[in-house]
């Protein structure tokens, strides 16, 4: 197997081409996983790159990640993407030789926490599972993607519609709005909702923000920006930024105007998506990682994911495996004391407004 590592935006036709072809034969068929993804972090962020893995046959594999520091190695677009791997024929390869990738790519560690199911390159690395709700829709009735929620929660489904009917009395829903207005709104929004919760912003990060705008305007069978708003009249009360491939809705980016709290637009925009994306013939929506109640009230069941990371046998790996340790105490240390976690979050957010 020879290996290539490459930037992202300097892969020629040919090398596109295959790669959405090896992502169209693997399941999950993540947007997360192709090209039009790495290729759009890669013009914000200078430490993406690509490995593309060629055997005999041509190429066999992709393998995006980004180079940090030290040869320590994360997930491109780490912190938003939510589906991470090699995509390929080589995906499958023995396990263990994960680490001879990561010597072809300059790394010393690889560290994931989206690992796609399947991926026996990087099985050993893997410490702990966690699960990613889906709703599976391909095969069930546009109209009656609730069926297999519970009655309580159907009820109040169509309680909150007829509410939201009655007070509006024009509610409308687009599946793929076009223009930049309705995501910037939903960039506003979704900033406010992350600060009242004292979270960090992702959205002022400029690299971040940089990438959705980008999506937004990609389409692709690999990988499209799909922005879904729910309106009364002209007036947006409820937004959604994901990406989709022929057969994967990734739910991503979702926020709504607080004003219309009371009949819970998010909910009801979930509803519409999931309707929509039936009749598009998606196969399934996947709503990411998390235990929001709303993503257990429609669930259908569940996607594996994987946490950890792969090292070489290096002294070089180890050092760099005890840094990230002990950057991973500092963390929880702040994280589980609420002053110093307010503290953090708040400096760190007003560095992202700053910029560099």
Known sequence: MRTTVVRPGDLDGAALAAWRTLLGRQEPASPFLSPEFARAVGRHRSGARVAVLEDGHGPAGFFPFERRALGLGRPIGDGVCDCQGLVGRAAGAEPGDGAELLRACGLQVWQFDHLADGQDLFAPGVVRRAASPVVVCGETDPADVLAHASAAFRRDVRRKENRLARQTGDVRFVFDARGPEPLETLMAWKSAQYREKGRIDHLARPWIAGVLRELAEVSSPSCSGVLSVLYA????????????????????????????????????????????????????????????????????????????????????????????????????????????????????????????
Do not use: M
């Not at 105007?257 to 399934?284: K, M, N, Q, T």
């Not at 840094?323 to 992202?352: E, I, K, M």
């Open 233 to 356: 009249g002209s007036r947006p009360l409820a937004c959604h930024f994901g990406l989709r491939s022929r057969s994967v809705l990734a739910y991503w980016f979702t926020a709504y105007d607080p004003a219309w709290s009371f009949c819970s637009p998010g909910i009801l925009l979930l509803v519409r998506v999931l309707r929509a994306a039936a009749e598009a013939g998606l196969h399934h929506v996947d709503l990411g990682k998390g235990d929001d109640r709303y993503k257990h009230s429609v669930k259908t069941g569940d996607l594996a994911l994987g946490e950890g990371q792969v090292a070489r046998p290096t002294a070089r790996a180890a050092l760099r495996t005890l840094q990230s340790d002990a950057a991973g105490r500092a963390r929880r240390l702040v994280t589980d004391r609420p002053v110093l976690r307010g503290a953090a979050v708040s400096a760190l957010n007003a560095c992202f407004r700053r910029g560099p």
